[in-house]
C-alpha cells in the first residue's frame, strides 16, 4: 500500500506498481495501479465504504448540508452503494444526537445491489412508466433530495459520452421533478462540456439555487463534476417549467 511517512521530511512517497501481465491489456495494468495508490480508494477500505465515490457525496453536503436529520433521500443508480451509506448517517443523525428526527434513505438500480444497514434497496428502471410512484409509494411521500452517481457506459468517444450522460442526468432531472418536494435538492453527476447549457437553464427555472461545482474527491483528470440544486420551487411553476427566478444565483 502507498503510505505517505508519518514523519522525515525529504523521504519521497512510497508508490505500488503494478507489473503487466499475460492477457492483460496496458489500460487495465494503469487503472489497477492508479487505484492502488489512490488514497481515497484506501481510506474507503479502511471507514468500510464501498468505494471512493462516498467521499464525494461526503465532500459536496460538507458544504452544501442538503443531507439533514429526518430528510427522506433517494439514490439513484445506487450501485455499489457508497453514497447509501453516507446518507443513512447524515440523515439519521447517527452518533450525533438520538433525540433528532430519523430519516429514510432510498435506494434504486438496475442491478441486485447487496443490502445496506440502515437503507431500503429495490431493484427498479427509474425510466419506467410507474417509478415515480413506487418511490413515492416506499418514501411515503416526497423526497427532500433525489441524488444521482450515474454515468452511461463509456464508447471511448468523448463527445459521444457527454452526450449519453447529459441525457442520463436529464432523466434524473425529470424523475426528480416528480419526486422532489418543495424546497428540495437534487445532485447529480455531469461531465464538464458544451452540451449541458440546456440542461442548466432547466435547473435555474426550477431551484432556487444551483451550483456546479468539482469536489476534491474527484480525480484532477476526470472530466466529471457535480450539479447541486437547492431549494425546489418546480410546483410554483405551471408543469415544473419557467423563468428563471431573477433572485436565484451561484450557491458558492
Given at each position: 500500500m502507498?503510505e505517505?511517512?508519518?514523519?522525515g521530511?525529504?523521504?519521497?512517497?512510497?508508490?505500488v506498481?503494478v507489473?503487466?501481465?499475460?492477457?492483460?491489456?496496458?489500460?487495465?495494468?494503469?487503472?489497477?495501479?492508479?487505484?492502488?495508490?489512490?488514497?481515497?480508494?484506501?481510506?474507503?477500505?479502511?471507514?468500510?465504504y464501498?468505494?471512493?465515490?462516498a467521499?464525494?457525496?461526503?465532500?459536496?453536503?460538507?458544504?452544501?448540508?442538503?443531507?439533514?436529520?429526518?430528510a427522506?433521500?433517494?439514490?439513484?443508480?445506487?450501485?455499489?452503494?457508497g453514497?447509501?451509506?453516507?446518507?443513512?448517517?447524515?440523515?439519521?443523525?447517527?452518533?450525533?444526537?438520538?433525540?433528532?428526527?430519523?430519516?429514510?434513505?432510498l435506494?434504486?438500480?438496475?442491478?441486485?445491489?447487496?443490502?445496506?444497514?440502515?437503507?431500503?434497496?429495490?431493484?427498479?428502471?427509474?425510466?419506467s412508466?410507474?417509478a415515480?410512484?413506487?418511490v413515492?409509494?416506499?418514501?411515503?411521500g416526497?423526497?427532500?433530495?433525489v441524488?444521482s452517481?450515474?454515468?452511461?457506459?463509456?464508447?471511448g468517444?468523448?463527445?459521444?459520452?457527454?452526450l449519453?450522460?447529459?441525457?442520463?442526468?436529464?432523466?434524473?432531472?425529470?424523475?426528480?421533478?416528480d419526486?422532489?418536494?418543495?424546497?428540495?435538492?437534487?445532485?447529480?453527476?455531469?461531465?464538464?462540456?458544451?452540451?449541458?447549457?440546456?440542461?442548466?437553464a432547466?435547473?435555474?427555472?426550477?431551484?432556487?439555487?444551483?451550483?456546479?461545482?468539482?469536489?476534491?474527491?474527484?480525480?484532477?483528470?476526470?472530466?466529471?463534476?457535480?450539479?447541486?440544486?437547492?431549494?425546489?420551487?418546480?410546483?410554483?411553476?405551471?408543469?415544473?417549467?419557467?423563468?428563471?427566478d431573477?433572485e436565484?444565483?451561484?450557491?458558492?
Amino acid at each position: 500500500m502507498t503510505e505517505k511517512p508519518n514523519s522525515g521530511r525529504g523521504q519521497r512517497e512510497l508508490r505500488v506498481r503494478v507489473k503487466t501481465a499475460k492477457g492483460r491489456k496496458l489500460s487495465s495494468t494503469l487503472w489497477l495501479e492508479r487505484q492502488l495508490n489512490d488514497p481515497y480508494v484506501q481510506r474507503a477500505k479502511r471507514e468500510g465504504y464501498r468505494g471512493r465515490a462516498a467521499y464525494k457525496i461526503l465532500e459536496l453536503d460538507d458544504k452544501y448540508g442538503f443531507l439533514k436529520p429526518g430528510a427522506r433521500v433517494v439514490d439513484l443508480g445506487c450501485a455499489p452503494g457508497g453514497w447509501c451509506q453516507v446518507a443513512v448517517v447524515r440523515v439519521n443523525a447517527l452518533g450525533q444526537n438520538p433525540k433528532k428526527p430519523q430519516g429514510t434513505v432510498l435506494g434504486v438500480d438496475l442491478q441486485e445491489v447487496e443490502p445496506i444497514a440502515g437503507a431500503e434497496i429495490h431493484q427498479l428502471d427509474f425510466l419506467s412508466d410507474d417509478a415515480d410512484e413506487k418511490v413515492k409509494g416506499w418514501l411515503g411521500g416526497r423526497a427532500d433530495v433525489v441524488m444521482s452517481d450515474m454515468a452511461a457506459a463509456a464508447s471511448g468517444h468523448k463527445a459521444t459520452d457527454h452526450l449519453r450522460i447529459v441525457a442520463l442526468v436529464e432523466a434524473a432531472l425529470a424523475f426528480a421533478f416528480d419526486v422532489l418536494e418543495d424546497g428540495g435538492t437534487f445532485v447529480a453527476k455531469v461531465l464538464a462540456g458544451g452540451a449541458e447549457n440546456e440542461m442548466q437553464a432547466m435547473l435555474k427555472r426550477n431551484f432556487r439555487k444551483v451550483a456546479n461545482v468539482k469536489p476534491p474527491a474527484s480525480r484532477s483528470d476526470s472530466s466529471e463534476k457535480f450539479v447541486v440544486a437547492m431549494g425546489y420551487r418546480g410546483r410554483e411553476i405551471e408543469g415544473g417549467a419557467g423563468q428563471a427566478d431573477p433572485e436565484a444565483g451561484p450557491l458558492g
